[in-house]
């Protein structure tokens, strides 16, 4: 009795769910006619239009409105940072002279950094600008992409090149170091005045001990040529300056605590908030039995 009242419930719910999807009699599907259909169908059609439309004309006006050639938010940077290398996470050299182990991975950090500034790389791409003055590449109306850049031929650090000396100086206990200043897009580094890099012991007592520098090139000059740089994007073969100092006589066995100041106009090297603001400190130590 009880399974035939089920199979009488089955069928009958097997008739109402046929119905259900399509009623002859009233020519419903899924209990709405065509024209019901039809108006769900605009209505969504319509809806998602102008859904897409709105999400279009916002992502246009926000794109209209982004310079691809020069990052919109870049104000943090306008004082250019200081770094050194061989770059240690300590920001310290230490060595001691008979242990070759002990200094090759500065040379080989040098040697990578420098492969760029080789003269002939240089000398092809990069063009002889006019010492002393900016290379400004204006637009004038049209845009003049991609943009040239100066050559910083490798020579230039005379005895800190790697060149003639191929250890820079770490075997004979007279290290170089290499002082760069990043990159900040269209800064006009010294405000047309020259601009020179100078390395002087932390402690005005100490200059004894840390002994004579010299500075390549020549003073710790960084010309204006190489600013202002305009981007990675534009200024494709651009190749920072950079100012290599020698310490020819340092006090061996001694943490000498330096500090590499830029000097130029525009160039505030007192931020107490950020200390590689236009300046680096950072120690060397030569060990000698
Ligand atoms: C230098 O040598 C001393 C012992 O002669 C050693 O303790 C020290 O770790 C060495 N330093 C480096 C940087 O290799
Ligand atoms: C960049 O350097 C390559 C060769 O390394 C050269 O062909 C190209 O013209 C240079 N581009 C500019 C804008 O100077
Ligand atoms: C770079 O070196 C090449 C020769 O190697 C020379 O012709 C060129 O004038 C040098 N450029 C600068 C800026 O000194
Ligand atoms: C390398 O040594 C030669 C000969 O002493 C010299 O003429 C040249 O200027 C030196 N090169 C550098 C980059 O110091
Ligand atoms: C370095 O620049 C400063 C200020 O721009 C100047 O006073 C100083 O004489 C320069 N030093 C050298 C060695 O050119
Ligand atoms: C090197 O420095 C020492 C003192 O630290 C000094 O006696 C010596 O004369 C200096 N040598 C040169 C060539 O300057």
């Known amino acids: 009795m009880a399974v035939e009242k089920e199979k009488k419930t089955c069928g009958q719910l097997m ?19 065509g024209s019901s259909w039809a108006l769900i169908l605009l209505f969504y059609l319509v809806f998602y239009g102008f859904l897409t439309a709105l999400f279009t004309l916002t992502m246009w006006v926000m794109l209209q409105t982004v310079d691809q050639f020069n990052p919109k938010y870049q104000d943090r940077l306008s004082i250019p940072g200081v770094m050194i290398r061989p770059k240690t996470d300590a920001l310290e050299i230490t060595y001691n002279m008979s242990q070759t182990e002990s200094w090759e991975e500065y040379v080989r950090m040098l040697n990578k950094f420098l492969e760029a500034y080789d003269n002939a790389k240089q000398v092809a791409s990069n063009r002889d600008c006019i010492p002393g003055q900016y290379n400004e590449q204006v637009d004038n109306g049209v ?29 004979d206990g007279r290290p170089c170091i290499i002082v760069k200043m990043n990159r900040v897009i269209k800064f ?3 405000d047309g005045k020259p601009i020179n890099v100078s390395c002087l012991a932390k402690k005005e007592e100490d200059a004894q001990k840390l002994g004579e520098v010299v500075m390549f090139p020549p003073n710790g000059n960084i010309d204006l040529m190489y600013f202002p740089y305009y981007g990675k994007k534009i200024h494709v073969n651009y190749t920072q300056p950079v100012v290599a100092v020698k310490f020819l006589n340092l006090t061996f066995n001694y943490d000498h605590h330096i500090e590499c100041r830029v000097n130029a106009a525009n160039v505030n090297t007192n931020d107490e908030r950020d200390k590689f603001a236009g300046r680096v400190a950072f120690k060397i130590r030569v060990n000698k039995e």
Do not use: V
């Open 15 to 33: 008739t109402e769910w046929k119905e259900f999807i399509w009623n002859p009699r009233t020519h419903q599907f899924m209990g709405r006619t």
């Open 143 to 171: 845009l003049n992409y991609p943009k040239t850049a100066c050559q910083f031929n490798r020579t230039m650090l005379g005895d800190c090149s790697g060149l003639n000396d191929t250890t820079y100086g770490y075997r």
């Open 188 to 190: 006009y580094a010294g």
